[in-house]
């Protein structure tokens, strides 16, 4: 048996890039997935695929999926996903969210633990050619 080298592992982990994938499924499909640097945590609030395509369905289906429940208290959420961070001992560099009203409460805790923000695709290609 080869001995486990923790160095090794660690320089194999992707930094991690959270979004709302519902807006434009091409953009994620062709400039976020495809990203070989990158490993990508989609932010969604159904469980309902309906609106993606069976191809992007398969894409993302390996990917831890973040799914946001508006109903849900604020700290009940907030705790969920400390929660995951906590256990997976990995949070995403950035997130891109909408700078609409309706994302508010989502953006505020996102930020709230630390994971800057992005609002614009442009702003999230930027942040992730520098990595």
């Not at 991690?16 to 989609?42: H, T």
């Not at 009203?101 to 953006?107: A, G, S, V």
Request: hydrophobic letters at 35%; proline letters at 2%; aromatic letters at 14%.
């Amino acid at each position: 048996m080869e001995d486990y080298d923790v160095f090794s592992e660690m320089n194999n982990i992707k930094t991690i890039i959270m979004g709302m994938d519902l807006d434009d499924e091409k953009f994620w499909r062709e400039e976020v997935i495809s990203n070989s640097q990158i490993e990508f945590m989609p932010i969604r609030f159904s469980y309902n695929s309906k609106d993606f395509s069976n191809d992007y369905i398969n894409k993302t289906k390996s990917l831890f999926i973040y799914y946001f429940n508006e109903r849900n208290t604020y700290n009940n959420e907030l705790l969920k996903l400390k929660k995951h961070f906590i256990h997976y001992q990995r949070k995403p560099k950035f997130a891109y969210i909408p700078n609409e009203e309706k994302y508010c409460n989502l953006k505020k805790m996102i930020q709230e633990i630390g994971i800057d923000v992005v609002d614009c695709k442009n702003s999230l290609l930027e942040n992730i050619n520098k990595i």
